[in-house]
């Protein structure tokens, strides 16, 4: 099967470097004259696949919004991520998924074998039970075209105090993260299925991405404060493998399915424009 690397590299090329998340927040299900429920989680659901499902390279939907639903929200979650896929969208799963390995490995056949309900092309894991810990999950991942996108340095202000911690050999915590991830993409082409997430609010921290070679999810900008502009500063030379992420900047556009791609692509315009330096 193709790799998650060359089919993201492919869309990309398509549709433009944009991640937009499905983050549907009691405040927005208000916002949009929605109940907080599971019929407004549906529809709120059902009328982002319809606006970006054809236009995004790739959808992120948060799992924790659905999961607070119990058993009838991770259905929705199991529809949407079925119709997103139907659209022609990438899904990136936001779950952040972390464990000793022989529960990876069980998390790894939950979201990346093609028989589960929830599969999908690509999940978020966290590195901070050994980055070795998510083997399983890049096995899987790498046997069935699928990706990961493991924690480096997370946009909220907490993370620096784990993530920038100095390991034993003078690296920081991060750093160790980023160099294992650009281990696995090594000679992968066009791209490699390994990401890393860097929020997009972190300003210029010294890391060096240049290895990577693998996509890099920008998380951050928009309701955390991050701006396009900032991602020259974030990502220096790494900037071409860069994917933009938003949620609430574009759900604030709803319901209205127009405005909901009018606000996608205006976001990406703003990142177009700062990735190319213009
Ligand atoms: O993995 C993520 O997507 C993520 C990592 C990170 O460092 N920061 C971060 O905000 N996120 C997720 O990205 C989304 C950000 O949402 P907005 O702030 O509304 O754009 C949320 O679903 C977060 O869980």
């Given at each position: 099967m193709e790799s998650f690397g060359a089919r993201l590299h492919r869309a990309v090329a398509e549709r433009g470097p944009l991640c937009v998340g499905i983050d549907p927040h009691p405040g927005l299900l208000a916002r949009w004259g929605?109940?907080?429920d599971v019929e407004g989680l549906e529809r709120f659901s059902r009328t982002v696949v319809e606006a970006l499902g054809d236009q995004v390279a790739v959808v992120k939907p948060q799992s924790a919004f659905f999961e607070r639903f119990g058993s009838r929200g991770v259905g929705i979650l199991e529809s949407t991520i079925r119709q997103l896929r139907n659209s022609g969208a990438l899904v990136l799963l936001d779950v952040k998924r972390g464990d000793i390995g022989s529960t990876v490995a069980a998390y790894a056949s939950a979201y990346?074998?093609?028989?589960?309900?929830?599969?999908?092309?690509a999940v978020t894991a966290s590195?901070?039970?050994?980055?070795?810990?998510l083997a399983p999950m890049f096995e899987l991942a790498a046997a069935n075209g699928g990706g990961v996108f493991v924690l480096a340095?997370?946009?909220?202000?907490?993370g620096a105090s784990v993530q920038r911690a100095v390991a034993a050999d003078g690296r920081t915590v991060a750093q160790t993260v980023i160099d294992e991830i650009s281990q696995l993409n090594?000679?992968?082409?066009?791209?490699?299925?390994f990401g890393l997430v860097v929020g997009a609010?972190?300003?210029?921290?010294?890391?060096?991405?240049?290895?990577?070679h693998g996509p890099l999810l920008a998380p951050g900008l928009g309701a955390q404060g991050?701006?396009?502009?900032?991602l020259r500063t974030v990502f220096?030379?790494?900037?071409?493998?860069v994917l933009p992420s938003y949620s609430r900047e574009v759900l604030h556009?709803?319901?209205d399915v127009a405005a909901l791609r009018a606000a996608a692509e205006r976001v990406l315009g703003e990142c177009r424009a700062a990735l190319a330096g213009a």
């Open positions: 929605l109940s907080d990346l074998d093609p028989s589960s309900p929830l599969y999908v092309d590195p901070y039970l050994g980055v070795g810990s340095l997370t946009s909220n202000p907490e090594l000679g992968a082409e066009p791209l490699g299925s609010t972190i300003g210029g921290t010294g890391h060096d991405l240049s290895a990577v991050a701006t396009a502009a900032d220096g030379s790494a900037v071409p493998s556009a709803g319901p």
